[in-house]
């Protein structure tokens, strides 16, 4: 007769051995080797991998909403090198409208439209005008068989806020 005892004590010799094998194999020369040398390549593939640069429709777009929210320490981190404290003039200019729309927002996001006014044909600068609105959401869509019903009303989103402003190339 077998005692109670020894299938799980039995089990966890096995689950012992197993984890003692497994990392002899693991610590060896050559598994070390491996490994450090497939940790670098990920390092460097990810330091080395082309980003792509940054167009000025998203810088645009990044600033006009940094704008609307709030944020002023990236448009700071925008500016151009000795621009900061003409970006912070602009800011406090367009804070106002940016209030308004910041309040009519609710919880919809913001959509940003850019329109290039004038560039420079050395495109050294570049004057631009942000359009920034609240993104609509489709509130009536058909479902299945189903009409949408017609008694909802969109609510009115106002005019977007336009924000002028002035890039110029730093490289």
């Keep these: ?6 299938a799980p004590l ?10 003692d094998r497994a990392s002899k194999r693991f610590f060896l020369p050559t598994s070390l ?9 990920a390092v460097a593939a990810t330091l080395f991998t082309p980003r792509r640069p940054e167009s000025l429709q998203d810088r645009v777009a990044r600033a ?3 704008a609307v929210e709030g ?9 151009a090198t000795g621009t900061a404290g003409g970006a912070v003039t602009w800011y406090i200019t367009i804070r106002p409208q940016c209030d308004e729309l910041l309040r ?20 050294e600068w570049t004057d631009v005008v942000a359009h920034v609105s ?6 009536l869509e058909r479902r299945g068989n189903a009409l949408p019903d017609a008694s909802i009303m969109m609510a009115p989103t106002g005019q977007p806020v336009s924000l002028p402003m002035a890039w110029k190339s730093e490289g």
Excluded: N, Y
């Design 134 to 139: 609240i993104e609509e959401k489709e509130e």
């Design 33 to 41: 080797i491996l490994t450090v040398g497939l940790i670098l390549l």
């Design 71 to 79: 944020d002023l320490q990236t448009i700071r981190e925008l500016a």
């Design 10 to 19: 039995q089990w966890w010799q096995s689950v012992h051995q197993w984890f």
């Design 64 to 66: 006009a909403k940094a």
């Design 104 to 123: 009519r927002l609710g919880s919809r996001k913001l959509a940003v439209e850019t329109e290039i006014k004038q560039q420079d044909p050395a495109q």
């Design 1 to 6: 007769m077998r005692c109670p005892e020894a």
